[in-house]
C-alpha cells in the first residue's frame, strides 16, 4: 500500500480503462501515491484520506476489477442505508474534506490532477467509513457523460456536485469541449455548485504536438477563385435591367394616440395600490423579542436598572430590528466526536436554554461547543435532553444547557400561528454558504478568537404546505436552507420561532428541492417535558396593526 494504514478494505469496483481520466497521458490510478503526498504537504496530513487507494487488476475486454482501500476501519455504508442524521453529518464532512483541498487545486503542478481526481463514477462511489467520507471509483468519467459540456454538468449535479464548495469544480483534461469556457457554449445556465471544467495545459500541448504541418502556399488558390467569382458578380449586377426593384410599399397605418388622462388615471391608482400593500408589508412587532435597547432612559428603578423595558426593539418592524433578534438568538452548534466534527445551528429559547435538532448533537457526547457574535465567544454546552428519535418525520430536537450567558443574549419567543403564504425566515450556519468566511474556517480549525464577528446566513421566503398526519406538525416553506441549517430557527416576520429548520428533500431527477421544519407546537411540547415552560403565543403576526406580547420562555429546572 502507498500510504501507511491503507490496509481496510471498502468495497469493489469494476470500470472501464478509457473511463479512467489521464493528466499529461498518465493514468490517475498510475503512481497516486505521488499525488496523496502532494496533497498531504500543501494541505496538511491526512488530507488525502479523502481518497480510498486503489488496487486494480485489468481483465479481458479491457476492464478494470478495483479493491479500495482505506485507513479507516469502521464499517463502510452507502449513503442510501444512512438514517438521516448521520448523512447529514456525513454530507457535512465530504464538503469539509474537499474544502481543504483548495490549496492542492490552487497548485500548478498538481492542480489539475486533483481537479481531474474529483470526479466520481456514479453516486455509489461516495461511502460512509465510520463518521468519514470516503470517495472511491475517483478519476473515472463514464464516456456519456465526456461526451459534451451538457453531459458533464447532468453527470457533477447527480454525483459529487451537490457537496462542492462555491468556487470548486472537477476538471476534465483531454477533451475539446472542456477549453471552450463558459456555459453558454453548451446552451446551458451555470448550475447551482457545479462549475464549467477547464482545459489543462498538457492537452493544449498534445494538441499542439499532433497538428500537421501545411503547406506554405497551399492557401493562395482559394483566394484567387474566390476573387474571379466575386468580379462576375459585380459586372452581371452592373448590367441593366438584371437587378429588379421592389415597388414601394405604402406607410403603415398611424396608431391611435393614446390618451394621456386615461393613462395617467390609471397609474394614479396602481401606485396607490402598491402603496397600500407596501403598508401591510411593516411589523410592528412587541419589543420583548427583539434585539437589545438602542438608550437607556432615566429613572431606574429600585435594583438600579433603568425604566426602559429591556429588549426595547430599534423602530419597531424594520428588517434591522427582525435581524437583531435573529442575530441575538441563533448559535452556531460544533459537535465533536471522536474522529470528526459536525455543525450545525440552534437558538436560545431561554436566557441559559438553547433548542436545537437531536441528529445535530447525536454523535457527540455530553457536551458540544456554542458560538455567536452575542456570545463573543465559543461556549461549552450541555447536552440535557434529547427526543427519542431523529427520524424524518418524528420530533428531533435536543436542549442544550450553558452554564454563563451575557444580556447582549436575546432568546426568542416561540409562535404556534403560522398559516399557508406568510413570510418567514430561515436562520443558521449552512456550511455551503459559510465555508467562503474566514472565521467560520478559523472556528473549525479551532481558532475562536474571531467569534465577535461571526454572521448568521439569512434566507426569506413563504410557508407552503403544513402536511398533516404525520407524528410531528410539519412545516415545507421556500426560505432555502441546507446541511449547517439544522437546529436553527424558523421565524415569522415578527421574529418568533414558528419552527426548528430540520431537514431538507431533494427530488435528483428534477432537481427539486424543498426545505421543512418542524413546528413550534412540538417544540413547546418537547420543552416543556424538559422544565423549560414556554406559552406560545396565539395572535397572528398582523403586519399592519403588529401583534400582542407573546408570553416568553421561563426557566425551570431541567430534567
Known sequence: MARGGNVHFVRSTSARAVDVLAVAG????????TAFARIDELCGDNTSRLFAEPNAKEQEGGRLVVAWFSSFDEEPKQLGELDRGKRSRIESNLAARIEALRPALADREIGGTVGAMLNVADEASIVAVGENAVLTNWGVLPEEARSSRAAFVRHSEQTIGPYLPSGMSPRVPGQAWAALGGFATAGLSPPRR???????????????????????????????ALS???????????????????????????????????????????????KREL????????????????????????????GAARGQAPAPGSPHSLLAALDSATVLVL?????????????????REILTNNHVVEGAGGTVFVASKALGRAVPARVVARSASSETGNPDFALLRVDDAPSTVRPLHLSTE????????????????????STYRAILNGDTTGVANLEMVVTQGNVMAMPQGGAAKVITHSANISPGNSGGPLSDACGRAVGVNTFIVLDGGNVQKLNFSLGASDAIRFLSANGVTVAGADQPCNPATGIAAAAGPTEGPVK
Request: charged fraction near 15%.
Open 26 to 33: 498518465k493514468p490517475l490510478w498510475r503512481d497516486c501515491e
Open 418 to 437: 403560522i398559516a399557508r403564504l406568510d413570510s418567514v425566515i430561515a436562520g443558521g450556519f449552512p456550511s455551503f454558504v459559510m465555508s467562503m468566511d
Open 335 to 351: 459537535a465533536p466526536s471522536a474522529d470528526s466534527l459536525s455543525t450545525g445551528s440552534g437558538f436560545f429559547v431561554s436566557q
Open 279 to 306: 403598508a401591510k408589508a411593516a411589523c410592528e412587532a412587541d419589543s420583548s423579542v427583539l434585539g437589545p435597547p438602542l438608550h437607556e432612559s432615566g429613572g431606574g428603578t429600585e435594583n438600579g436598572a433603568s
Open 228 to 274: 474571379l467569382v466575386f468580379a462576375a458578380c459585380l459586372i452581371y449586377a452592373a448590367s441593366p435591367g438584371n437587378l429588379v426593384y421592389p415597388e414601394a410599399l405604402p406607410p403603415p397605418p398611424t396608431a391611435p394616440l393614446v390618451n394621456n388622462e386615461e393613462v395617467n388615471r390609471s397609474l394614479e391608482e396602481r401606485i396607490g395600490k402598491m
Open 194 to 224: 457545479v462549475i464549467a471544467p477547464e482545459a489543462t495545459a498538457a492537452s493544449t500541448q498534445e494538441a499542439q504536438s499532433t497538428a500537421p504541418a501545411r503547406h506554405k502556399q497551399s492557401w493562395l488558390w482559394p483566394i484567387a
